[in-house]
């Protein structure tokens, strides 16, 4: 399959997950943020903030679920994309998800041939409250941390997998909001430092709005990545364009 974008360190492919990854060779690592459940996507709600004498507090139409623009995740691509990550990958698998849906990675990974090691947490700083009220709101993403059987490394000594980032909003710059789902660009430079080497290959099955490879091509390794929809694809080589400036501009 040829390539939508291809430099010394990111490789991008237009096209499904399902189509690409048979296709592709070993890599190092995975790291990818997948569709979540069915039920987050319906769960999504509009917000915004309205102003009272205390500083602000938020609002939202409950009523109405937002369109996250792509669809959920099901049980066939979860199980697909585990055998595809234990076929090719050497190292770490990363796989972010909603909490409830875990357990379920944790499954299919172990039942592709991978041992299950951790359970990391993202904790959304900055995140939405439960706009209901009626229970606690979601506070965190899990990330399913899996790894071929035999010995395993990484970076991060004794640390523990819980990383307190906050969200992306509409800022300027390489942590401008690209998409829906977008990972903050200093949590995906934490996870790439921490998992992978320099001049390792990074595989991102689900690119979205391309942090991940940001993240892998400044800190010097190699990605690959899988993005369906091309507007995104067109986001992400814009990010990269960025990116090689400001660095041009340091130096």
């Known amino acids: 399959m040829k390539p939508y974008y291809e430099d010394d360190l990111v490789t991008i492919f237009h096209g499904r997950a399902e189509d690409v990854l048979p296709s592709l060779d070993a890599v190092d690592v995975v790291i990818t943020d ?92 900055g995140s939405t409250p439960q706009f209901s009220g009626d229970r606690p709101a979601t506070g ?16 991060g000594g004794g640390k523990h997998a819980v990383w307190s980032v906050p969200i992306v909003l509409n800022r300027s710059g390489n942590d401008q909001r690209y998409h829906t ?9 934490e996870l790439v430092s921490l998992f992978s080497e320099p001049g ?10 391309g942090t991940t490879a940001l993240a892998a091509s400044r800190l010097g390794r190699r990605c690959v990545v899988v993005e369906q929809q091309e ?16 660095l041009e501009g340091i130096a």
């Open 34 to 125: 997948p569709p979540y459940s069915e039920h987050t996507h319906k769960s999504v709600r509009s917000a915004k903030m309205l102003a009272n004498d205390r500083g602000g507090r938020y609002g939202a139409d409950t009523r109405r679920s937002v369109d996250l623009g792509f669809e959920s995740l099901t049980p066939d691509l979860r199980q697909f994309c585990s055998k595809q990550f234990a076929r090719t990958v050497r190292r770490w698998v990363l796989v972010f998800s909603d909490v409830e849906s875990d357990h379920l990675w944790r499954e299919d990974l172990i039942g592709a041939g991978l041992d299950y090691v951790r359970t990391g947490a993202w904790i959304k700083v």
């Open 140 to 155: 965190f993403e899990a990330v399913t941390i899996a790894h071929p059987k035999g010995r395993k490394r990484w970076n």
């Open 181 to 189: 789902t977008q990972k903050p660009l200093p949590l995906m430079d």
């Open 200 to 209: 390792e290959l990074i595989l991102d099955a689900f690119g979205g709005s």
């Open 231 to 246: 507007e995104h694809c067109e986001s992400i080589v814009r990010r990269l364009g960025q990116q090689s400036f400001d």
